[in-house]
């Protein structure tokens, strides 16, 4: 079957878990000798390559730096220049189906495929269809599932600078908001078939008016990751320590500071903080606050600051961890970090909010927060460290649920049947 993906980005152009999974869905397809492309988008030059089987083409993309619009003409501008590439290259390789790897890649791009007849198909990866902030958290730092002009209104004016600048340029991004989601939510009822990632995010989708029959849940993939032996832990200087550890943004909905609190009552472990600000590898106030409350409570030896780590780097620091800690208030989709723990049998402890609970069975692999108190937080981390039989069969279960609902063969598998079913329902409806 001739398979042609579209995605804003693609590997090794990685700024989050999402291009990583989309790797994985890729190459799990090529694993069942399929023929697949990638239609991607880069700010440098073109180029075509083939990684692991996998045939990519990288079209140049163009931004505008004009102040204030920005943001409204960089995106429909990108949406635009995806569409036009995409018609072009429809012809080109002639696909059997044509599947969509993120939100951006569906608007115009999915009218496209519905006037062409090829059957559509879009991964939906987090709760941005309803939540044009993406991350379901209001300006207050509640989780708020279900958004409204009125919602988006006090969440984008109330977070950023105070100035007159300030609140102008965040008044024109709600009234573009609003049309935002408007518009994402017309083209996305285009597809044929949509994906959400987790049974969390296909609530929100039926909550936002979409037919329960065209959604059908698939996780991203993962493989089974083994530990590896590393030096790390000398290089850091935290030999015989347990380590607890975070990997993505630093920002505050993923909780990290809540950790950081929790450290002040944990013993003989070290909680390692790998990553920087939201997309972009430099400090953010946030960030800074984290190193100022390190400071405040003299946890220096407790708590290092790894900055930004490259993707294919996180092995070493996958293979020293010893479990690995989200309490966040975020809707988290699909947890890329908490799958690769997963992946590498190490215990989590989470929130219980968005997917989490689909990657973490509370007791079994890891623990489901029932708050966000420190002291919960705190009692989870030492039930886990402190209890090896328990941690040895968390650690075990970790694997074996990789193996039985994650794994790269059973999620290709379930994507490559979507595929099958929809070119024949063409063929019987020509």
């Known amino acids: 079957m001739r398979i042609l993906f579209i995605t804003r980005r693609f590997y090794p152009d990685i700024i989050g878990g999402g291009e990583v999974s989309a790797y994985h869905i890729a190459k799990s397809l090529v694993d069942l000798d399929n023929d697949v492309f990638v239609l991607t988008f880069t700010e440098g ?57 993120n939100i951006e890649s569906i608007f115009f791009t999915s009218f496209i495929l519905k006037i062409k007849g090829i059957p ?82 296909k609530k929100l989708l039926i909550e936002n008016g979409f037919n329960e029959d065209k959604l059908e849940v698939i996780h991203n993939p993962i493989p089974i990751s083994d530990k590896i032996k590393t030096n790390l832990k000398e290089k850091l200087n935290i030999q015989n320590r347990r380590v607890i550890l975070y990997a993505g943004r630093v920002t505050e909905e993923k909780g990290v500071h809540r950790v950081v609190e929790a450290m002040r009552y944990i013993d003989n472990a070290i909680f390692l903080i790998v990553g920087r600000g939201s997309y972009c590898r430099v400090k953010t106030p946030y960030y800074k606050s984290l190193e100022e409350m390190v400071k405040k409570y003299d946890l220096k030896e407790k708590v290092k600051f790894i900055g930004y780590v490259e993707p294919d780097n996180m092995k070493e620091y996958y293979s020293i961890a010893d479990l690995v800690v989200l309490p966040c208030t975020i809707y988290e989709s699909l947890s890329r970090m908490l799958l690769e723990a997963c992946s590498y049998g190490i215990p989590i402890i989470a929130s ?38 328990i941690y040895e069969e968390m650690s075990k279960y970790c694997k074996e649920k990789v193996r039985k609902k994650f794994s790269l063969e059973i999620i290709g598998g379930k994507i490559l049947d979507e595929y099958k079913l929809a070119i024949r329902e063409k063929i019987e409806n020509a």
Do not use: W
Not at 54 to 77: A, C, D, M, Q, V
Not at 120 to 138: E, K, L, Q
Not at 142 to 153: L, Q, T, V
């Open 45 to 101: 030059k073109f180029k075509k390559e083939i990684i692991d089987g996998i045939k990519i083409y990288r079209y140049p993309i163009f931004y505008t730096k004009i102040p204030i619009l920005s943001h409204f003409l960089n995106l429909e501008g990108m949406y635009i220049q995806m569409a036009y590439r995409t018609l072009k290259f429809l012809d080109k390789i002639k696909p059997d189906v044509v599947h969509l790897l």
């Open 120 to 201: 559509s198909f879009a991964t939906i990866n987090g709760p941005m269809i309803s939540c044009y902030v993406g991350d379901c958290v209001d300006y207050r730092g509640n989780s708020c599932i279900k958004c409204s002009p009125k919602k988006m209104f006090f969440c984008i004016m109330n977070k950023g600078k105070t100035s007159f600048i300030g609140y102008f340029g965040r008044f024109f991004k709600f009234i573009y908001g609003v049309f935002h989601i408007l518009e994402l939510k017309f083209f996305a009822k285009k597809i044929d078939k949509l994906f959400p990632v987790s049974k969390a995010i």
């Open 352 to 389: 219980n909010v968005g997917g989490n609970s689909e990657i973490v069975e509370d007791g079994k692999n890891g623990i489901l927060l029932k708050t966000l108190e420190t002291e919960e937080l705190v009692k989870a981390i030492k039930y886990i460290l402190e209890n090896p039989k």
